[in-house]
C-alpha cells in the first residue's frame, strides 16, 4: 500500500540553528498539506499545495518558515532560524481530490 | 468552517462498543463530517465520512442526525489497540480543495 514517506523522523537542533523537513507524497497526489501538532493538540495547518502551488499558507509564520513543493511532487519545510517554540511534531499529508487525507508518520522536532 | 465539540475523554471496556459523540451544530450544507484516530506518535489514520446518511465500513459506523448537528462515531467491538485521539472534523471543500481544522478530539482508552 502506498504511503506518505517523511524524513527525518526525529530532529534535535539548538535554538537559532535551520532545519528542514522532507515529504513524498502518495504518487499522484494533487494536493500535500504541512501541519504542526503541538503535544497534547490536534494538528494545525501550516501550509497547503495544489500542485506546485500555494493555495494556503494563513497560518505559516513567514517571518522564519518557508515551504516549497518546485516539481509537484516532494515538498520541503524549512525553519530558519528554530525557536524553543518550534518543538512539536510536523505532519505531512497528501490527498487526490475530494477524499482523505493520507498522513506521513511525522517529524519530531526538538530545539534546545 | 465549522467548529466542532468532542468529549476531552472517555473509556471503554475491551469488547464492547465505543460511541463517540461530536456536536457540530454550525455546519454548513457542503460540510462533510470526517473522522480520524492517531495512535501515540504516529499520523492520524482515516476511518470514515459522510454527508447526510449513516455510513458503515470495516472499521466504523457513523451516525448522523438528521439535523447534522451532531454525529457519533462507533467502533462495534473496541480492541486494546483502538485506544488512540479521535478527532471529528467538518471538513469543507471548495473550487477542489479541502479545508480541514482539527480540534484537540477525543482520547479513547480502552480497558481491558
Known amino acids: 500500500e502506498a504511503e506518505v514517506a517523511q524524513s527525518p523522523r526525529y530532529k534535535i537542533t539548538e535554538k537559532s540553528q535551520a532545519v528542514a523537513f522532507w515529504c513524498d507524497p502518495i504518487?499522484?497526489?494533487?494536493?500535500l498539506y504541512w501541519y504542526r501538532q503541538i503535544l497534547g493538540q490536534g494538528p494545525e495547518l501550516l501550509v497547503q499545495?495544489?500542485?506546485?502551488?500555494?493555495?494556503?499558507d494563513s497560518q505559516l509564520p513567514k517571518d522564519r518558515f518557508s515551504a516549497e513543493r518546485l516539481k509537484g511532487v516532494d515538498s520541503t519545510l524549512k525553519i530558519q532560524p528554530a525557536e524553543l517554540g518550534d518543538s512539536a511534531m510536523y505532519l505531512c499529508?497528501?490527498?487526490?481530490?475530494?477524499?482523505?487525507?493520507?498522513f506521513g508518520p511525522g517529524t519530531r522536532l526538538t530545539v534546545l | 468552517d465549522a467548529k466542532t465539540t468532542q468529549p476531552t475523554s472517555m473509556d471503554c471496556a475491551e469488547g464492547r462498543a465505543a460511541n463517540l459523540p461530536c456536536n457540530h451544530s454550525?455546519?454548513?450544507?457542503?460540510?462533510?463530517v470526517y473522522w480520524y484516530r492517531q495512535i501515540h506518535s504516529q499520523g492520524p489514520q482515516y476511518i470514515i465520512h459522510?454527508?447526510?446518511n449513516n455510513e458503515t465500513n470495516e472499521m466504523a459506523s457513523l451516525i448522523i442526525t438528521e439535523d447534522r448537528k451532531s454525529s457519533t462515531l462507533i467502533l462495534p467491538h473496541a480492541t486494546l489497540r483502538d485506544t488512540a485521539v479521535y478527532y471529528c472534523?467538518?471538513?469543507?471543500?471548495?473550487?477542489?480543495?479541502?479545508?480541514?481544522?482539527f480540534g484537540t478530539g477525543t482520547k479513547l482508552q480502552v480497558i481491558p
Open positions: 454550525t455546519i454548513s450544507g457542503n460540510e462533510y
Open positions: 499529508a497528501s490527498t487526490s481530490g475530494n477524499n482523505e487525507q493520507f
Open positions: 499545495f495544489q500542485d506546485e502551488s500555494v493555495v494556503d
Open positions: 504518487s499522484g497526489h494533487a494536493t
Open positions: 472534523i467538518a471538513n469543507y471543500f471548495s473550487g477542489g480543495y479541502q479545508k480541514v481544522t
Open positions: 459522510g454527508l447526510k
